[in-house]
Structures are given as C-alpha cells and as structure tokens.
C-alpha cells in the first residue's frame, strides 16, 4: 500500500490559517459588500441599472448596457472590470480574488464558474492564490462552464456547456470537454 501523500509533503494547516490572505482595506470592503449584497441579489430582474450602479459604487467597472441577473454571486466587485453590451445568467459564479476582466459583448451563461481563485499545493502552507482572469470581446461562456484561475479566453471563443478550461483559450476557438479541448473554430 503507498504511503499516505501527507508524509511526502506534510500540510502546515497552522501556517495556512495564521497567513495574512487580505489587507484590512479588503477586509472592511469584504464585509461591506455582504452587508449590501441583499441589495444586489434581491432586486428585480429588470433593475439592470441599479446593479450596474451599486457594482461601481464598490470600484467595479462596470460598461453600458451590462445586464448582470440579480442571482450571479460576485465575490469581489472593485476585482471587476465588464466592457459594454456583455452579461451574466443566472446563478452565475463569478469568484473574483483576483482581477476579472471581461470584455464587451461577451456572454457568460447560466451557472457558469469563473474562478480567480486557488492555492499553491507544492507549499505545505498552500498559500492563497489570486490570480487574473480575461474574457475577451465577443467570448461566449456557455452554462456551466468553469474556467480556471490564471486562464485567458479569447475574442469570439466559445468554452461549450460544463466545459473545465484549464489553459488558454485561443481567438475564435471552440472548446469542450474536461478538460476543454478545441472541437471548432468560431469563423465568419
């Protein structure tokens, strides 16, 4: 039988929890925002303008014409940039520890994960990681996707329903699967 993984690389479980993973500014800001979250997740579907609103009032930057659906959990709305003319279905998970840039035009579909988020497993202390996601223009995130920490998408791409993308996405690519691989190509 193989040894448990824990004796190769033993966990420093204290070292992870005694870890500054947020200044104090990120904290008070973190806690202000689930105090007014009701606000965004209780308002009426057509209030695409009072969202857009109260995500700028936390430093998002947040376009024309975004419809963002009341459901959608946004984790960290000053990490936040959405160009003009995009939106975000339902439920929709938008885990943001790190900056999320989408683009304009771009559709991120029910239940779809969009994770900026992990932690670096070679350290026993597995310390957070916050890392960048970018959608660029025109992509489209079909429902339940995931697309993974670090990784960028580019214009016009389609990450296909419950598609896991891992790595990058070329422009105009079409990808499925878990893990995504490319199955198309998104031409005029």
Same mark, same amino acid.
């Given at each position: 039988m193989p040894e448990p993984l824990s004796q190769d690389l033993p966990l420093d479980i204290g070292a992870n929890r005694a870890a500054r993973k947020w200044s104090r500014k990120e904290l008070i800001g973190r806690l202000l925002w689930s105090l007014c979250s009701p606000l965004f997740r209780y308002s009426p579907r057509l209030l695409w303008g009072w969202r857009r609103a109260l995500l700028r009032a936390f430093g998002a930057k947040v376009g024309q014409q975004v419809q963002i659906h009341p459901s959608v959990k946004i984790f960290i709305p000053w990490n936040l940039s959405i160009g003009d003319w995009s939106s975000v279905g339902f439920d929709a998970l938008l885990y943001n520890l790190g900056p999320l840039h989408i683009g304009s035009r771009v559709t991120i579909s029910q239940r779809a994960h969009i994770c900026g988020g992990s932690h670096d497993f070679r350290d026993p202390a597995m310390p957070l990681l916050k890392l960048p996601v970018n959608i660029h223009d025109e992509a489209w995130i079909c429902a339940d996707a995931f697309v993974?920490?670090? +990784? #960028?998408?580019?214009?016009?791409?389609? +990450? #296909?329903?419950r598609a896991v993308a891992v790595k990058n996405v070329g422009r105009d690519e079409i990808v499925a699967g878990n893990p995504a691989k490319k199955v198309g190509s998104r031409i005029d």
């Amino acid at each position: 039988m193989p040894e448990p993984l824990s004796q190769d690389l033993p966990l420093d479980i204290g070292a992870n929890r005694a870890a500054r993973k947020w200044s104090r500014k990120e904290l008070i800001g973190r806690l202000l925002w689930s105090l007014c979250s009701p606000l965004f997740r209780y308002s009426p579907r057509l209030l695409w303008g009072w969202r857009r609103a109260l995500l700028r009032a936390f430093g998002a930057k947040v376009g024309q014409q975004v419809q963002i659906h009341p459901s959608v959990k946004i984790f960290i709305p000053w990490n936040l940039s959405i160009g003009d003319w995009s939106s975000v279905g339902f439920d929709a998970l938008l885990y943001n520890l790190g900056p999320l840039h989408i683009g304009s035009r771009v559709t991120i579909s029910q239940r779809a994960h969009i994770c900026g988020g992990s932690h670096d497993f070679r350290d026993p202390a597995m310390p957070l990681l916050k890392l960048p996601v970018n959608i660029h223009d025109e992509a489209w995130i079909c429902a339940d996707a995931f697309v993974g920490p670090g +990784v #960028g998408i580019g214009a016009r791409a389609v +990450v #296909g329903a419950r598609a896991v993308a891992v790595k990058n996405v070329g422009r105009d690519e079409i990808v499925a699967g878990n893990p995504a691989k490319k199955v198309g190509s998104r031409i005029d």
